[in-house]
């Protein structure tokens, strides 16, 4: 079993940024990438960054490529989520996954999930 515990979020106006963080423990050793979802209200849940824990190799959903920056610390077992440049549209409850692999986590296949955070971007 990974615990997910996430951090960060807020309000912050259109062009701000914001940084979220998620800090894994438990069976660390089953991670082979970790990732960003989203869900706006009224949305489905969406794929929004994934970063592989051991090369680091990243994949962007299109709609934050050159935005959004995900990295990871694997000393912390923590996973970082730079939002900037941010839209009223990214708004979204922001959740933290793990899976075995960024192939799986881009597909939704994950085994673990954070709580959830609120970023909220006003125009």
């Known amino acids: 079993q990974v615990q997910l515990v996430e951090s960060g979020g807020g309000l912050v106006q259109a062009g701000g940024s914001l940084r979220l963080s998620c800090a894994a423990s438990?069976?660390?050793?089953?991670?082979?990438?970790m990732g960003w979802f989203r869900q706006a209200p009224g949305k489905e849940r969406e794929f929004v960054a994934a970063i592989s824990w051991s090369g680091g190799t990243t994949y962007y959903a299109d709609s934050v490529k050159g935005r959004f920056t995900i990295s990871r610390d694997n000393a912390k077992n923590t996973v970082y989520l730079q939002m900037n440049s941010l839209k009223p549209e990214d708004t979204a409850v922001y959740y933290c996954a793990a899976g075995p692999g960024t192939w799986e986590i881009r597909r939704n296949q994950v085994h673990s999930w954070g709580q959830g955070a609120q970023a909220t971007v006003s125009s």
């Open positions: 438990g069976r660390t050793f089953s991670i082979g990438a």
